[in-house]
Structure formats: C-alpha cells, structure tokens
C-alpha cells in the first residue's frame, strides 16, 4: 500500500516536472547557450559554442553580448523603465483591485459568481482587440475627447495616447483580473469571527481592517503582485500601441535585437538578464514565506 502511495506522489509530481523540463528548462538552456556565442551573418545568425580541433570539443564562450548590456546606457534605462512601469503598474492594479475584491468577498453568495463572472468577462475576447479598442477611445478624435468637448470640460482635444496615462490605463485594465482573483481567493476565506470579536472588542472599523483584514490578506497581496509585476516588466503590445515612443521598455529592445539587428546573442543575454531580474526576487519570497510559515508552526505548536 506505501510503495503504491509513493508510485502516485512520484507520478503526481513528475509530470509537472517533467513539463517544466521540457517546456523551460529546454529552452532556457538554448537561449542561455545563444547568449554566450558571438553574432555573425549566417543560418542561424550566431557562430557555434564549441569548435572540434584534434577530435575535441573546444569551447568558444563570448561574454561579449553581456558586456555590450552592462555598457550600453539603453538598455539600463530600459531595465530601469521596465521596472518602474511594472512597479507603478503593479501599486495601482493593487489600490483598484483590493476594494473590488473585497466588496465581492463581502457580497451575498448569490450575487458572487456574478461579480466574478464581470472580472473574467474580459478575457472572452482578444488581448490585441481590447488594446486596439483604448487607442480608439484614447486618440485625439476619439471617444474620450469628443465627450468632453461635447460637454464643454474641453476647447481643444488633449493628447492622451502614447503618453503615460494611455500606458498606465491599458496595463492596468489588462492586468486587473490578476489581482483580483487572487486577492479574493484570500479574503474570502477569512473568518468573520475575527471581525466580530475585533469590534466586540471596541476596535472601529480602520483598525479591525488593519490590524485583522490586511495582514491575514498579506499572501493574497503578494501573489496578486508577482502575478502583475512578473507579465509586466517584459509588456510588448501595450508599450508598443499605447506608450511614449521616447521610452522603450526592455520588451520591445528584445524584439527589435531578435527580428531587426538579428542579433541573437545580444537578445538572448537580454532575455537570461529578464528571467534573473525576475527569478531573484520570487525565490526571497518564498524563502521569507517559508520561515513565516515555520515560525507560525513552531508558534502553533508551542
């Protein structure tokens, strides 16, 4: 009975492994081998990582293309752009996403599924059609100008699009289900004993939701984040359609070095210093989540 327990944990948890090898890890070793090879003008674009001299392979490693990275100040304001549209990005999904989630949470249980159904309702269409739907709102003869000029807020049309704002509007309308989803799947589960007690207590309203609500909602904030923040710094479509066209985020730099340059290994470095970028800080997370959760126990236990 054990050794057949055991046969179904390993299957369980080798197929997940087994796909993550296949469909990540894969190519990540391709992408990474690219990065160290040296670009040339050929089929694929990049000189072979190893050379055979004597019968033996002879490894032919350039750190040129990470050299190029670190030294050319573009691609750090990129980074540094890319990082900070998906940290502002990430703080405003989250002080528009809490209240939502929390106001479904806290609603009847029939009313629920619907208000969710409201949330998901926009993934039923096309990613690129509801991006090209905000340049037709945004765009100086759009929507958006012709109402306010309409009502008289306006005597001139505004330049929304490809500024900061139309930025901000489409990444935070494209991305907000990924923070509600999570955010509510954490509240919902809270105990209303909790609040009940807190108020018996005496505690008003703000402070049973700061010293209850928001830390027990802490693991929900937190994935709700990852899941923005991460899909975010490497955003293509909506930087392209509706940012500034002086700031490029470090997307759209990889596709220009892939299908412009057809410079492979500066890309493929561009791609493994993303991945690092983002690996490092859900592996602090989890660490930090980890002892939490031992200290909890040991408390729990104690």
Same mark, same amino acid.
């Given at each position: 009975?054990?050794?057949?327990?055991?046969?179904?944990?390993?299957?369980?948890?080798?197929?997940?492994?087994?796909?993550?090898?296949?469909?990540?890890?894969?190519?990540?070793?391709?992408?990474?081998?690219?990065?160290?090879?040296?670009?040339?003008?050929?089929?694929?674009?990049?000189?072979?990582?190893?050379?055979?001299?004597?019968?033996?392979?002879?490894?032919?490693?350039?750190?040129?293309?990470?050299?190029?990275?670190?030294?050319?100040?573009?691609?750090?304001?990129?980074?540094?752009?890319?990082?900070?549209?998906?940290?502002?990005?990430?703080?405003?999904?989250?002080?528009?996403?809490?209240?939502?989630?929390?106001?479904?949470?806290?609603?009847?249980?029939?009313?629920?599924?619907?208000?969710?159904?409201?949330?998901?309702?926009?993934?039923?269409?096309?990613?690129?059609?509801?991006?090209?739907?905000?340049?037709?709102?945004?765009?100086?003869?759009?929507?958006?100008?012709?109402?306010?000029?309409?009502?008289?807020?306006?005597?001139?049309?505004?330049?929304?699009?490809?500024?900061?704002?139309?930025?901000?509007?489409?990444?935070?309308?494209?991305?907000?289900?990924?923070?509600?989803?999570?955010?509510?799947?954490?509240?919902?589960?809270?105990?209303?004993?909790?609040?009940?007690?807190?108020?018996?207590?005496?505690?008003?309203?703000?402070?049973?939701?700061?010293?209850?609500?928001?830390?027990?909602?802490?693991?929900? #904030?937190?994935?709700?984040? *990852? $899941? @923005?923040?991460?899909? !975010?710094?490497?955003?293509? +479509?909506?930087?392209?359609? /509706?940012? =500034?066209?002086?700031?490029?985020?470090?997307?759209?730099?990889?596709?220009?070095?892939?299908?412009?340059?057809?410079?492979?290994?500066?890309?493929?470095?561009?791609? #493994?210093?993303?991945?690092? *970028? $983002? @690996?490092?800080?859900? !592996?602090?997370?989890?660490? +930090?989540?980890?002892?939490? /959760?031992? =200290?909890?126990?040991?408390?729990?236990?104690?």
């Amino acid at each position: 009975m054990q050794l057949e327990r055991r046969a179904g944990r390993r299957l369980v948890a080798g197929i997940p492994a087994l796909w993550l090898a296949v469909f990540f890890l894969v190519p990540f070793l391709i992408v990474l081998k690219i990065s160290f090879s040296e670009a040339q003008l050929a089929i694929p674009p990049y000189a072979p990582l190893f050379s055979w001299a004597h019968g033996l392979p002879v490894p032919r490693i350039h750190l040129s293309s990470y050299a190029y990275l670190f030294t050319n100040p573009l691609y750090l304001r990129s980074y540094l752009y890319s990082i900070m549209v998906a940290a502002v990005s990430t703080l405003f999904c989250l002080a528009v996403g809490y209240p939502m989630a929390y106001a479904i949470a806290r609603a009847e249980e029939a009313w629920r599924s619907f208000l969710l159904m409201l949330i998901v309702l926009p993934f039923w269409t096309s990613f690129l059609l509801r991006v090209y739907a905000w340049i037709g709102l945004l765009q100086n003869d759009g929507l958006i100008n012709n109402i306010l000029l309409r009502i008289g807020l306006l005597h001139h049309p505004v330049t929304l699009l490809q500024t900061d704002f139309s930025l901000y509007v489409g990444i935070v309308y494209s991305y907000l289900p990924f923070m509600i989803l999570p955010l509510y799947a954490n509240l919902e589960k809270h105990d209303p004993a909790l609040l009940e007690a807190a108020a018996d207590l005496g505690a008003r309203p703000f402070t049973i939701f700061l010293r209850v609500t928001l830390p027990q909602s802490l693991p929900g #904030i937190a994935a709700g984040s *990852l $899941l @923005v923040f991460i899909p !975010v710094v490497g955003e293509y +479509v909506i930087p392209t359609l /509706l940012g =500034r066209t002086d700031q490029i985020m470090i997307g759209r730099m990889l596709s220009d070095e892939f299908f412009d340059n057809r410079d492979w290994p500066v890309a493929s470095g561009v791609a #493994i210093l993303i991945l690092l *970028l $983002l @690996v490092v800080p859900i !592996v602090l997370l989890q660490r +930090v989540e980890r002892r939490q /959760l031992e =200290r909890e126990g040991l408390e729990a236990e104690a």
